[in-house]
């Protein structure tokens, strides 16, 4: 097998740019869990340190969450546990409803209507054909007990391939990209390593040829040495492919190396957002100077 | 007195500008400080023709390296203007320029040597040197071809070109920071020391590098403690003290400012 078998990740005739340039561009992005009630808002977020309305008790675990993505570029969102930034990435992807806010995507009518309006037959199709996750947990994003290419399978079929042995070319090559052996492709993901697992994960992410490519805490249970050299490969079929990005971590080193844009959250809401070496070297906001300055990243 | 001011500022009609900074401003509020104030420096202009080198000198803390990271947009400024001709003449303020714009810039035009590299872990000196040509859709073969020539210029031994320059020694890793910005050739090239752990030798080198790509069309400004290497690169030098210009002097790089400010009685 050799390992530097070029794959062609975008298959599926991926859309150019809108007028406004942005694959993706989500406006007003708010989370809610409980009934909610007219204060909720007001009465959470960072300067009141809580995510928990006081009124009614409801959640609010993000909100008015504002950004824009351009094709093949990759933001960053940080903040500690329970900033939120997971919620807008489960929203953008489909796993929950948003309470309100919308997100478009080019790749969607053309960017002229929500994905959160969607039916849910759209939505599918959307999460099927355009986008792609990788989730912090293995176990969320593959199917432990079938093969790895079954698992990169599942998801060609998902965007509608149909012949099995371009299927099989394309998860071998997919695969292999991730540096995969070859023998262990019909083997199942549960006897792989952490840091394969997260491999087979992006290789299934990728499979369809996304415009966004949804990445949250991936490498947060690897090893230094093993995460290092999976972002690498990210980085590297990023830059290939154009593939927008949009990367959720509380670990600056990840978003160092990954994004050029970083926005960061506190208690649900944006506090910050700008250039991420400006972010990291010049930050405004209190809580992010406090963050930078907790860590050596 | 005849400034080289004056002096730029007749070449200034001669030549189209490239960057002009007017009025800046540039302070810390440092909040986990119980909002400690640090003025980095203020009321900063200065103007860059196309193809001129702007040396900065001064002492540590003076406030340099601050200015050159506003200009790449990694510090914000706090007040004034950074206006900034692009390739096509169009101008954009870098000051309140959208993220997005000033990451074009950095991918299309604006190179930035700083003082350490901070190497990506597990890439080759001639991929992370690599990277900005490749951001611009240079095919990799050809980058590394490119890149290849400064490492060779720049005497950084073959062994060390497929190594991690994470591992490498400061002047190595100031070599692989320097071919990285050179071989892109940008349109305006941003330098922090680029030669504070180069030997003589490699410093000399460095300036026949640097004024080579000025003949190419890369404008430059530049930090460096040494004043002397930075005169002699220079059309103009600003010496800063306390976050202020206190004083402006041609340098050698340019024969006509020299002769102006010659006549006015300074040199």
């Given amino acids: 097998m050799t390992v530097s078998e070029r794959t062609t990740i975008r298959s599926n005739g991926a859309t150019a740019p809108d007028a406004t340039g942005h694959v993706l561009s989500v406006e007003g992005l708010t989370k809610l869990y409980g009934d909610g009630c007219p204060d909720c808002l007001r009465l959470t977020g960072p300067e009141t340190e809580t995510n928990s309305c006081p009124r009614c008790g409801s959640i609010v675990a993000c909100a008015d969450v504002s950004f824009e993505l351009r094709p093949g570029r990759t933001l960053g969102i940080v903040g500690e546990s329970g900033s939120g930034k997971t919620t807008v990435l489960r929203c953008l992807y489909g796993d929950m409803p948003p309470t309100s806010g919308d997100a478009y995507l080019n790749a969607y009518a053309g960017g002229q209507r929500s994905i959160f309006k969607a039916d849910p037959q759209e939505r599918r199709r959307i999460r099927n054909f355009h986008l792609g996750m990788v989730y912090q947990n293995p176990r969320q994003g593959l199917n432990l007990m079938i093969s790895s290419g079954g698992n990169v399978a599942e998801r060609l079929l998902a965007a509608e391939w149909r012949r099995v042995d371009a299927i099989r070319e394309r998860a071998a090559g997919l695969l292999g990209r991730m540096e995969i052996p070859l023998d262990r492709m019909d083997q199942i993901p549960a006897y792989f390593s952490g840091g394969m697992q997260q491999r087979v994960q992006v290789a299934k992410a990728l499979a369809n040829g996304p415009v966004v490519v949804l990445l949250d805490e991936m490498t947060s249970g690897l090893d230094v040495s093993v995460q290092a050299g999976v972002l690498d490969l990210i980085l590297e079929i990023q830059r290939e492919e154009g593939i927008a990005m949009l990367v959720v971590s509380h670990d600056l080193g990840v978003i160092r190396l990954l994004c050029e844009r970083t926005i960061v959250m506190k208690s649900g809401r944006v506090v910050e957002a700008g250039v991420t070496d400006q972010i990291l070297e010049d930050p405004h906001h209190p809580y992010t100077q406090l963050l930078v300055s907790s860590v050596n990243s | ?267």
């Fill in chain 2, 1 to 267: 007195m005849t400034t080289s001011r004056e002096a730029m500022g007749t070449r200034a009609r001669m030549t189209p500008m490239h960057v002009q900074v007017r009025n800046l401003r540039k302070q810390f509020n440092l909040h986990i400080l119980n909002g400690k104030q640090v003025l980095a420096f203020e009321d900063i202009s200065f103007d860059v023709p196309q193809r001129a080198f702007v040396g900065i000198a001064g002492r540590s803390g003076s406030g340099k390296s601050s200015l050159l990271k506003c200009l790449y947009r990694t510090y914000l400024v706090d007040g004034g203007t950074i206006e900034y001709t692009r390739s096509d003449d169009t101008t954009i303020d870098l000051v309140d320029a959208e993220d997005d714009a000033v990451l074009d810039l950095r991918v299309d035009e604006i190179g930035y040597v700083s003082q350490f590299l901070r190497p990506t872990p597990r890439v080759t000196a001639l991929d992370l040197a690599a990277r900005p040509l490749l951001r611009r859709g240079v095919p990799r073969t050809e980058a590394h071809r490119r890149v290849a020539e400064y490492f060779t210029r720049l005497g950084l031994p073959h062994d060390l070109w497929d190594g991690y320059p994470i591992l490498f020694s400061g002047g190595e890793q100031q070599r692989v920071n320097l071919a990285r910005a050179l071989a892109s050739q940008p349109r305006l090239l941003l330098l922090d020391e680029p030669t504070s752990a180069l030997d003589s030798s490699l410093q000399r080198e460095v300036v026949l590098l640097l004024a080579e790509a000025r003949e190419r069309g890369t404008t430059m400004v530049g930090v460096m403690h040494d004043i002397e290497l930075l005169r002699e690169l220079s059309d103009e030098v600003l010496l800063m003290e306390a976050g202020r210009v206190v004083d402006r002097s041609a340098g050698l790089a340019s024969e006509p400012a020299q002769h102006l400010v010659t006549a006015g009685g300074r040199a």
